[in-house]
């Protein structure tokens, strides 16, 4: 069993800042990438940011400079500090885990339950 608990979302105003939080537990032996996804209402599920194992981070194009994505390894616990916020970035927000399950060579990917986000203006 793996969970994955995320906290941090929320009702912000545009401009605005919050920090979402996800943390792995279970039958994890490693982690190979974790990060976040979000959906808006009507659209796809779209990467937002993700950090791998040895620590090299990637980015959706429409959060760079705004977003900052962190990793606390020991704890498998990532963090998504959200800077300016803009209405478009108002959606559901779900954190993933790709990792080796213990006992198996084979990787998993893993969904959290999502956590909203919504950004007035």
């Known amino acids: 069993q793996v969970q994955l608990v995320e906290s941090g979302g929320g009702l912000v105003q545009a401009g605005g800042s919050l920090r979402l939080s996800c943390a792995a537990s279970?039958?994890?032996?490693?982690?190979?990438?974790m990060g976040w996804y979000r959906q808006a209402p009507g659209e796809q599920r779209e990467l937002v940011a993700t950090?791998?194992?040895?620590?090299?981070?990637n980015y959706a194009d429409s959060v760079k400079g705004r977003f900052t994505l962190s990793r606390e390894g020991a704890k498998n616990t990532v963090y998504l500090q959200m800077n300016s916020l803009k209405p478009e970035d108002t959606a559901v927000y779900y954190c993933?885990?790709?990792?080796?399950?213990?006992?198996?060579?084979?990787?998993?990917?893993?969904w959290g339950k999502g956590t909203l986000v919504t950004v007035w203006s």
């Open positions: 993933n885990v790709n990792f080796l399950r213990l006992g198996s060579p084979y990787r998993m990917n893993y």
């Open positions: 279970g039958s994890i032996s490693r982690i190979n990438t």
């Open positions: 950090v791998t194992s040895s620590g090299t981070t």
